[in-house]
C-alpha cells in the first residue's frame, strides 16, 4: 500500500498558481480530444499552449521543492492537496 | 472524523443550468419537478445560444469559475446533445480566451440508470477531469423503491429502480473516489434513514448529503421518530467507527447555535446567483422557479437567450437576506444555524407573490435534527477523549483526498 | 400604522401618481359604500382623500363627502375650480396654468421623462404658479443612461429657480428638490404600510394601481376587513435596499417596484437612479440656501459616489457587521 507523507506547505497565493496550471492543462489535454488538425490554427495555438503550459507546471514544481527543500525519494510523486495547500510525498 | 467534501471553489463558482429535458424515466414521489413531460427537449441551437450569450457578456459574469450543470428530468436521457454542447462551451471558451478556461467544471445529478451505456462513458471518458457527476441512491434497496420508482406503473405494479440503479456504483467510485450523494426524505421515509445511511456507506459512498423535503409534507410526530432514528444512527456511525471515514450531513458542528441578525445575516439559498435556462431559451434565476418546478405560483422568468437578462428581475434575490424573510420566531430561534430553505420553495408556498417569506415547514425537523446531533458530537468527543485521540481528530479534520498533481 | 385611507369616487378617477388609469367607462361607487367608508375611516383614525373623476358628482355625494375632515385630490378641468385641495394635471394643461391668474396650493404634475426633459422651461415657470408642485414621471421605468444625465441638468434648471424663489421670499416646494431638504427620514408612498385605498367595488388594494392592474388582488373588503398578507413588506425595514438609502424623499413608488422587480419592497434600478440624481441635487441646493443664511432640519446632505445604492451592496454588509 503506498505511504504518505506530509512534507511541507506552500503559501495560497502558490497554490493558486499550480491549481491554474493544473486546470488549464486538463483542459487543453481534453480539448485536445475533440481538435482536429482540420481546425489547423486553434489546433496549432492548442499544441503550443500545451507545450507552454506543460513547462510552467514542471517549473513550478521545480521552484517550490528547491525552495522548500521537501524531501524526495527515487520513485516517489509529490501530491499537493489544493483545500489545505499541503504537500505530500508517496 | 470524515468531514462532507468541500465545495468545489468553496463554493465560489457561477452556475449556469441547462433544464435539457423535462423527461425522466423515473417518476419519483417526491419530486418536485410536477410538471415533467417527454416533449420539451432542449434543442442544440438554444443550448448554443445561451452559451453564446453568457460568453458574449463576460463582463456580467466575472466569478473566476464555472459550473455548467446538466439537469433534467433525467439529464443522461440527453447524452448526444450534452455531448455536442460540451465540446462547444470548451472549444469556445479556449477560443476566446476566456478567464474560464482555467476553471471550470460540468455536473451532473443522474438517477444512474444509463451511467453505463456507452455513450455516457465515453462521455466520462472524453471529460474525466472536469466532470462532476452525483447519482442519486436514496439508500436501501427498501427505501429507495419505496419513492424511486419507474413511471407507467400503478400503485399495484410500481417497480423500483434501486437494482438498476446499485448495479453502476462500483463503476461510479472506481470513476470519481470521492463522490458524495445526496438523499432525499420524506414523512415516508423516516423509518428507514438509518440503515439507509449506512448501507450507503457499506456501498463505498463515504459522503452522504440527506436532508428533509422544504415542502409541507410532514405529519404529526414525525420529528419524534426523526429525533429517535438519527439517536440510533448515531450510535451506530459513533460506536461501529464509520465516522473515520465516512461523513453524514445530518450531523455537523456547525449546526444547532443562535445566529447573529447582522453578522450571519446573509441569505441560505443561490437562487439569483445561478443562472438557469429552459428549453425554449428562457432564463431563470433558479431551476425552481420555472413553471415544471412550481405548483401554486406563475414562473419567474428573468430573461432569455435572444432579448438577455433583465436585472431589475433579479435585483430581490440579490438583495435577499436571512432576517427580511424570516418570521421573528426563526430570527429568536436559539438553534438557527444550519436550519436551511430553498427559495423556490418559499415562493411556492408563500401568501403572496413574493419570495421574501420563508417557508418554515421543518421547523419541528431541524429542531430534533438539532438534538439529535448535539447528543452525536457529545457523545463522539467523549469517545475520543476516553481514547486519547481528540487530538489527532481536531488535527485530521479537515483532511480530504488531496488532488493528484 | 395605517394613516391615511384613499377611496376613489369613481373607476375613472383621475391617476395622481405613476399609474396610468386604464378605465374609460364610469363606475361610480355607490352611496352606501362610500358611507362605510367613511365610517371605515373614522373607527380606523384615517385621514382620507378622496379623488376625484372628470365628471361632477350626483346630487347627494358632496354631502357624503363633507361628513368628514378630507382632501379632495381633482382632475384639473372646469368642472372643479377652486374646490380641490390638490389639482392633478398633465402635459395637455400645463398651458392652461400658467395663463390662470391665479396661484395654486399643490399641483400634481404628471408627465413623461421625454416631456419633462423637452420643456423644462415651461415647468420652471409652473413653479411661480403653485406653493407645492409635485413632479410625477409616469415612465420613470424607460430612463436610460443618457436619461439620467440629461435629468441631471435638468434638475440644474429648476434649482436655480427654486434658489431664485427662495432669495425673494417664496419657500416654494418641489417634491423632487426641496422635500429631501426637509426630511429626516424616509417619507415615501406608502402603500400598504401608511396608506391603503378603497375602490368602487367596495374591496381595499395597496394603491389604485393595484386595482386598476387585478380586481381580484385586493386586500380584504368593507364587511370582512383589512386583511394585509405579508403585511410587513411594505415597510421600509424589510426592504433591503431602501433601509440603507438616504434619498428619503424618494416616491419609491410601490406599484413600479412591484411592475419592474416583482416584489413590493424592491425598486428597479431606474427608481434608485433618479432618485438619487435627485437627492445630489437637492444636497447642491441645501448648500447654496445654507450659503445664503437659510435654515434647515439637516445642514447637508452627504457626498456619494454612487447613483444605485444596490451597487454599494457590499458596504451595506459591512456596516452589519
Known sequence: MATRKLVGQ?????????????????????????????NHELYEKLVKDLGETTTKYQSWWNRMSKQYQWESTENGNWEINFDTCEVFLT | MKELSRQWKEGAAKNITFIVTKDCQLACKYCYLVG????????????????????????????????????????FLEIDL????????KTELYMRNHHWFDSYMFSFSTNGLNYHTEKVQKFIEKNKSHLSIGITIDGTKQKHDLNRI??????????????????????????????????????????????????????????VSINCVFEDVWKEGDDKLFESLLLELADIIIDDGWYEENACSFFSEMIGKPLDSKKNNQNWCGA????????????????????????????????????????????????????????????????????????GENYDAARTNTIYERSTAICLMHKARVRANNYYWNKLYRKLELEGMREEFEKNKRESRPFIC | MLQYLIILLDDTATSFCHYLNPSKKRNLIPQE?????????????????????????????????????????????????????????DENNIVEILNVNRCFSTIVLRVSQYFLLNNIESIRHLIHKTDRLNISIVDIDSFNEEDFNQYSSALQILSQELQSQYKSGKTRQ?????????????????????????????????CPAFYYEDEADNLGNLEQGL?????????????????????????????????????????????????????????????????QGFKFPNNSISEIYYLDPFENKELWQQENL
Open chain 1, 10 to 38: 506552500v503559501t495560497p497565493e502558490e497554490r493558486n498558481e499550480i491549481q491554474a496550471l493544473f486546470e488549464r492543462r486538463n483542459g487543453l489535454n481534453e480539448l485536445a480530444k475533440i481538435l482536429t488538425v482540420d
Open chain 2, 36 to 75: 415533467k413531460n417527454s416533449r420539451e427537449r432542449m434543442s442544440y441551437e438554444v443550448a448554443k445560444e445561451a452559451v453564446d450569450y453568457v460568453l458574449n457578456h463576460e463582463k456580467d459574469f466575472p466569478e473566476k469559475s464555472v459550473i455548467w450543470d446538466f439537469i433534467g428530468g433525467e439529464p
Open chain 2, 82 to 89: 450534452i455531448d455536442r454542447i460540451v465540446d462547444y462551451i
Open chain 2, 150 to 207: 419507474y413511471k407507467g406503473g400503478n400503485s399495484s405494479k410500481e417497480r423500483g429502480s434501486y437494482d438498476d440503479v446499485v448495479q453502476n456504483i462500483p463503476l461510479w467510485l472506481r470513476q470519481f473516489p470521492n463522490v458524495g450523494t445526496k438523499v432525499t426524505i420524506s414523512s415516508s421515509d423516516i423509518p428507514y434513514i438509518k440503515d439507509s445511511v449506512i448501507h450507503l456507506f457499506s456501498l463505498g459512498i463515504h459522503n
Open chain 2, 272 to 343: 439569483g446567483m445561478m443562472l438557469a435556462i429552459d428549453a425554449a431559451g428562457n432564463f431563470y434565476p433558479c431551476t425552481r422557479f420555472a413553471a415544471y418546478s412550481l405548483r401554486s405560483k406563475k414562473p419567474i422568468i428573468i430573461g432569455n437567450v435572444r432579448d438577455g437578462i433583465n436585472k431589475n428581475l433579479l435585483r430581490p434575490f440579490l438583495s435577499l437576506d436571512r432576517t427580511t424573510q424570516s418570521p421573528q420566531k426563526c430570527i429568536d430561534c436559539e438553534v438557527a444555524s444550519g436550519c436551511a430553505w430553498c427559495q
Open chain 3, 33 to 89: 359604500t362610500l358611507k362605510q367608508g367613511i365610517r371605515f375611516a373614522m373607527m380606523e383614525n384615517l385621514t382620507i382623500q378622496f379623488v376625484y373623476p372628470e365628471y361632477k358628482l350626483p346630487k347627494g355625494y358632496e354631502k357624503i363627502i363633507d361628513s368628514i375632515d378630507h382632501t379632495k385630490i381633482m382632475p384639473f378641468c372646469a368642472e372643479y375650480d377652486h374646490e380641490a385641495d390638490v389639482y392633478v394635471a
Open chain 3, 174 to 206: 418641489l417634491n423632487i428638490l426641496t422635500d429631501r431638504l426637509f426630511l429626516t427620514k424616509m417619507n415615501n408612498c406608502g402603500a400598504g404600510d401608511t396608506v391603503v385605498t378603497l375602490a368602487p367595488n367596495g374591496k381595499f388594494y395597496t
Open chain 3, 227 to 291: 386583511n394585509i398578507k405579508n403585511a410587513q413588506l411594505y415597510k421600509i425595514d424589510f426592504a433591503p435596499i431602501c433601509r440603507h438609502c438616504d434619498a428619503w424623499h424618494c416616491n419609491r413608488c410601490i406599484w413600479l417596484n412591484k411592475k419592474t422587480t416583482l416584489e413590493v419592497n424592491t425598486p428597479s434600478r431606474e427608481q434608485c437612479t433618479v432618485s438619487h440624481i435627485e437627492r445630489n441635487a437637492s444636497k447642491d441646493l441645501l448648500e447654496r440656501l445654507c450659503e
